[in-house]
């Protein structure tokens, strides 16, 4: 079975400073990986996706992911934050070609960025 | 275009009262997910429509959660009797397509109903 860990649930950083969003997930078969951000009094809006070939993805916003095969790891990050990057972030896999068509969330990271 | 659209964005009720959720999703979106968030906590998988049809509804909680989406257009998720553990946050999300969630497909989701059950 799936499982997507976000280890981090807050994440406090300052206005400009980098950050990095940790997730994990556990999988049997190949998996598609997701990042989602959730604005306040928003539904959630995806990110950026790997799906297959670079593993160095980038999003919306300035933000990237890189995955990690052997680390089985798909972090987040942006190089420089900005007060509007305040969010939630969740972490998101899916299985690659399965008949369940489902995605599997973790439990979600909390940015707040400070001025 | 219309996003995907759900209704109350919150409702108080009492335990042992009945609660229904509305989505609406994006017009001509086959499928429609229902997802849930119990506070701080991961988003939950409920079920999954293709138009009219459940294709998989193995988060389904337990037998108080029922779930309908008539003529494959919108869906309500009903909870009768409510207890004090369904409070939460309950998403809807549309996609385009088959049965299958293609790497292609993109998910749209609603600001979701806050739930809770007192």
């Known amino acids: 079975a799936q499982s997507v860990t976000q280890l981090d649930s807050q994440v406090p950083v300052f206005e400009e400073a980098p950050v990095e969003l940790r997730c994990n997930y556990s999988?049997?078969?190949?998996?598609?990986l997701f990042w989602y951000v959730q604005y306040p009094n928003q539904g959630l809006q995806l990110l950026l996706k790997?799906?297959?070939?670079?593993?160095l993805v980038k999003g919306i916003n300035g933000f990237e992911a890189e995955f990690n095969k052997s680390q089985t790891s798909f972090h987040l990050r942006k190089p420089s934050v900005h007060i509007s990057d305040t969010a939630e972030y969740f972490c998101a896999v899916s299985e690659y070609d399965s008949s369940a068509s489902k995605i599997i969330f973790g439990s979600g990271t909390r940015l707040s960025i400070r001025p | 275009e219309a996003g995907v659209t759900q209704f109350p964005s919150h409702s108080v009720i009492e335990k042992g009262q009945t609660v229904t959720l509305r989505c609406d999703p994006i017009?001509?979106?086959?499928?429609l997910y229902w997802y849930r968030r119990v506070m701080g906590k991961e988003i939950k998988f409920l079920l999954h429509?293709?138009?009219?049809?459940?294709?998989?509804e193995s988060g389904m909680p337990n037998n108080r959660f029922l779930a309908e989406r008539t003529g494959g257009t919108y869906s309500t998720l009903k909870v009768q009797p409510a207890e004090l553990e369904d409070s939460g946050v309950y998403f809807c999300a549309s996609s385009q397509g088959g049965q299958v969630l293609r790497a292609n497909e993109k998910l749209f989701f609603g600001s979701g109903t806050q739930l809770s059950v007192l």
């Open positions: 999988s049997s078969v190949s998996v598609y």
């Open positions: 017009s001509g979106h086959d499928n």
């Open positions: 429509f293709v138009k009219e049809s459940k294709q998989d």
């Open positions: 790997y799906l297959s070939g670079s593993t």
